[in-house]
């Protein structure tokens, strides 16, 4: 953080394309290094990046521009972004941000896309969106580190801290401690111990039978979608190319969701060992562990654990002395972009590009990284799959349902005395869930986080499964003294920040949309605003090119459904209320007139333009 | 024996391969677009194409034609979720009609007629956005611009230049230019370039030419787009 001044910023990235290479596929690796060290990315590492890679330098400015922790103007010394989730608020973020900011003496507010930066550059207060700490949030994120469980005294340390100029390293470590929160162990999480026993079985009974296994098991990808693991890795398998490649999946960047994040704190083995499985299964030399930049500081212990693997023969070269089996695994880094957990956005960005979403088909299995056959699973998809390998596929079928073998491992946060991760055999129905983590008095639970479905007490008997209510894992918890329309602002806002752009219905019905519920809120809507929500979220729905824009404008006509009244109440008028205040608006013909008598305002804008 | 399937009950032969846009163009079937343009890579990005199959809508530029689909090209839900999409296109943007040199061959315009909408519906977002006159032959006016990448894809896959390309995200998202000042006429773009003859809206035009063609004399001013095609014909005539 304090850049000593005998580093330029060409010799940095000198060094880091020493370091790192010239692939123009690292050119995000390259500049999120650019952007720790010198809190920006400075024209001159455009210039040089854009000059060695041979990417223009607007490909390089527009990369700079799509993910959210990079900038092309300096941010402090100390870059603070408080994440953003309902979850955060719920717990009281807004106040400590308030509080923050005035005691290090910024004005005004943070909001999505503006920082508030110090004028003595030591210091800058943003937002981001969910960092994955919501079983212990507030939390916030400096220069990259997450700090949870937030209150206004840690705040007050903080601001102390900043004050001071004291280095990170001098933090007091409690504020860097992440819980894991593990409250139910089920089939996954009841032991997190391998010796490689997977991989072993894997080599003892060959890849086809690992993959029967597999089939058998009837695994479905575990990051919402729900797709069959075997087909997927059947497909690569057979898809024509020249390599092939496994991609872990680890943006965990669904709103609410933060089991990924345990698992590759505690369980890292079994998810490696899943990725090599896989690796063996389609004949993969090289993987990529996905990993969200909000979970950089993960990033030691990941290498370690590849680094001991390396050691232990389970990666590498000849794994397990087997002839031709060869696979390493690198770690990518994201940098605040939630479009990049949709797996072709993903492979983009891990080209080092916008993370914008392919056409499809062709698919990844088909045509992935660098256009080859490529699999790319969720963090918990592998580690499931290291089990079903070593365990076999009844194993998995012992729990669940017919169309859900096995369980899946929920995040549980929100309005409820004990959140943190909670393990279930597919379907357990929600208000077990609610019971368990002591919940009570529930007005609405969000299932598989912003994108997904709002249930009302009326769906508590539902289950948790694909064929009734398939998740990620996300399970925010809303209790009656909530204003649910808190939770749909928040999550208009995130979907407005969040959109790659590249489609009009996402791009520009999202914006829409989130300017109408913040008209609603502002007790400004109408009758008709509200039609005209359920207009644009319902072309969002059917025409967005990928399922960030289907799945954006859920939470709006999810609640408009079974949620009226947190519309009803504040609506203005029973018809039509205009978007703009038409007194207000004559303000500069006043002033440039001098007039300010009766003549010159008009009492009720609303009324004369209704 | 051709393949076929059916687009609005009628037969639509294809060859395999083909889009649905690109068999539906070929029989002489209009479906209305703005990114589509045949001599470029299927895009999807405008979604004015989008059709119904059996439930499922999809843009027709970029899904397959294939054997016995039944595809709805006209019903009145996809005369609505396109009619919405180009009112939200009118409102991101400034697209002032009246005072536009393109008004009347301008393919933004034409498909909204054709699609129905007569008006602007949604709220303005009112963008502050450039003109950029820095180039002796061309001028840009990023007001007009809809992200369809026509210009981006000509000058990257024809022109072999990487002039422009997208930046930023969201509502944020807009056209830049790969030159150090970040202006047309710093750049190695040329008024000869295929990239200057493909955009849909007046985002770019050649300078020194106004009002040639009188208003109502205009591409779209007689025959809606359905029959009259896409504006790249006139473009080719003028080059």
Redesign the interface.
Known sequence: MNVSATVTVEGFVAESLATHGRDPRHLLQHLIRVQQRFSYVPDAAVEALSAALDV????V??AI??YAFLHDRPRGAFEIRFSDNITDRMLGSRRLIRLLIERLGLAGLPAW?RDLVRADGRVSVGLASCTGMCDQGPALLVNGQAVTNLDAQRVDRIADLVQEDTPLERWPGEFFRVENNIRRRGLLLGNPATDGAAVRRLLDAGAEAALAEVERSGLRGRGGAGFTTALKWRFCREAPGTDRYVVCNADEGEPGTFKDRVLLTDYTDLVIEGMTVCAGVIGARRGFLYLRGEYRYLLPHLESVLQRRRAEGLLGTRILGADGFDFDIEIHLGAG?Y?CGEESALIESLEGK?GVTR?R?PFPVTSGFDDQPTVVNNVETFLAAARVVQWGGYWLRGEGTDQSAGSKILSVSGDCARPGIYEYPFGTPVHQVLADCGAENTQAVQISGAAGATLSPADFDRIIAFEDLPTAGSFMIFDHSRDLLDMVRNFAAFF??????????C??????LR?LVEKVAAGQGSEYDLS?MR??GT?MR????CGLGHTAPNHVLNTLDKFPLIYGRRLARASHTP?FDLDAALSQARALTGRDDIGAHIEDGSEVSA | MSKTFKLDGREIPFETGQTIMDAALAAGVYIPHLCHNPEFA???????C?VDIGGR?V?AC?A?ASEGLEVDNSSEAIGE?RR??LQ??F??GNHVCPACEKSGACQLQAVAYYTGMLAPH??H?FPRRSVDASHPDVVIDFNRC??CELCVRASRDHDGK?V??????????HL???S?SGLLGDSSFAATDKAAHVCPTGAILPKGRGYETPIGERLYDREPISIVGDVRAQEEEVL
């Open positions: 223009t330098r607007t490909q400015r527009a521009a799509f896309g972009a479009i916008r056409k088909p407005a920040h969040e959109s790659c752009g590249f489609c009009t219905p791009r520009v019905g999202g914006a829409l300017n005209e207009r644009i072309v059917r025409a967005s090119y978007s | 299927p895009h999807g990005s405008c979604r004015v989008v809508q843009s970029t397959a979720t919405a999409i939200m296109l409102v991101e949604f709220t977002f809809i992200l990487r422009f390309a997208i930046s930023g995200r969201g509502l944020e998202s830049v230019i790969d150090p």
